[in-house]
C-alpha cells in the first residue's frame, strides 16, 4: 500500500510508561480504555521517531474492517506535507453537530473556548489523522495531550464550573471534544467537506450508518479531495450493508 512501517500500540505497551504511572486513574478506566487520553500519547510518541521526511498517519484499529486501507492516500499525505503547521486532522462532521452539542461546558472553560462562536463550530472526526515532525504537531501535541490528563476535561465527570450546560448539549466526546476546540483555536488544518453535494445528501440522514461511518474511513476523504461524486455514497452504503451482513452470518 506504499506505507514503510506500521507500528501497532496496545495496553500493555502503554503500562510499561512513566505517562501510565502518572495518569493511571483515567487510564484505567474501562471506558475508550482510558477515555481515549492515550491517543495524543502514542502520536507523539511515533513522531518522535520520524524522519524530517516522514509522514505519521494516525489510524484507529481494532473496532473495524470498514477502516481498512487498500490503498496509499497519497492526496491525503500530500495534504499534510502542504499544511503550513505540518499536520491534517480529520474530517469535520457538520451532519453530527457542531462543538456545543459534543462538548461539555467545564471542558469549554477550561480550555478558555466558553463562546457562542466556538460552540457552533465543526465537530472534527478524531478517527485519523497525518502529522509530519514539525514544531507546530508537536506544539498541538502537547497541548491536546495536557487537556486530556485533566478529568474535567476528558471524562464523562460532570460540569461543576457553571450552573448549567448549554442548551445545545448532548453528550461529551473527550479526547474528540478536546481536539476540535483546539483545531478551532489554532486554526489548525481538517478537511472540511461540508460545501459537496456528499455532505449535503448526508445532511438529509444524519441518524444512517452511513452518515456515522462514511468520514471514519479514511479512503473515502482521499476519494473526495479527488472529487465530489455522490455515487461514492451508494459504493458506501453496498460495502457496509454486505459487511455487517457477514458479521451477523
Known sequence: MGFDSAQLFGFDDIKKTEF??????????PRGAGYWLWKPFIIRKALERAKPEDVIFYCDAGRSPYYQFTRRPVRLEASARASEQGFLLGAAIPHLGAVGRWTKRDCLILMESDTN???????????????TPSDAAFGFLDEWLKYCQDPRCLTDVPSNLALTEHLEYSAHKHDQSIMSVLAHKR??????FSKTKVQSLMNWRPGSLLAHQFYKRPENAEDLLAGDNVLMLVREHLRLRRLFSDQAK
Open 187 to 192: 486554526a489548525a488544518k481538517y478537511l472540511d
Open 20 to 29: 501510565y504511572s502518572e495518569n493511571s486513574a483515567i487510564l484505567d478506566q
Open 117 to 131: 462562536e466556538m460552540r457552533s463550530n465543526h465537530t472534527i472526526m478524531a478517527t485519523w489523522s497525518l502529522w
